[in-house]
């Protein structure tokens, strides 16, 4: 059974850090590929930024600069490293994992304001 647990998130003031964490489990997990993605009220969940297996990473262009994926195979968990926060950044993230099928965890809430 795939699971991905994620954790960090909460209310930080513009021009913070945050570190979000996924914990998989059920896969592979160095064999997979992991994204973060988010999505704010009314809006559509956006990609925010994928590792691959080989950690070549891929981001949103208005988080370039600003965050950071990264992965650790022994621990089964891909971390997103957040500075420079916006508000815009305000959202619920996601983890992801594309199986053929996609799984997601439940969400943890970012909340970027003063």
């Known amino acids: 059974q795939v699971q991905l647990l994620e954790s960090g998130g909460g209310l930080v003031q513009p021009g913070g850090s945050l570190r979000l964490s996924c914990a998989a489990s059920g896969i592979g997990f160095r064999f997979n590929a992991m994204g973060w993605y988010r999505q704010a009220p009314g809006k559509e969940r956006e990609l925010v930024a994928r590792i691959s297996s080989a950690g070549s990473t891929n981001y949103l262009d208005s988080v370039k600069g600003r965050f950071t994926i990264s992965r650790d195979n022994a621990k089964n968990t891909v971390y997103l490293q957040m500075n420079s926060l916006k508000p815009e950044d305000t959202a619920v993230y996601y983890c992801?994992?594309?199986?053929?099928?996609?799984?997601w965890g439940q969400g943890t809430q970012v909340t970027v304001s003063s």
């Open positions: 992801n994992v594309n199986r053929g099928i996609e799984y």
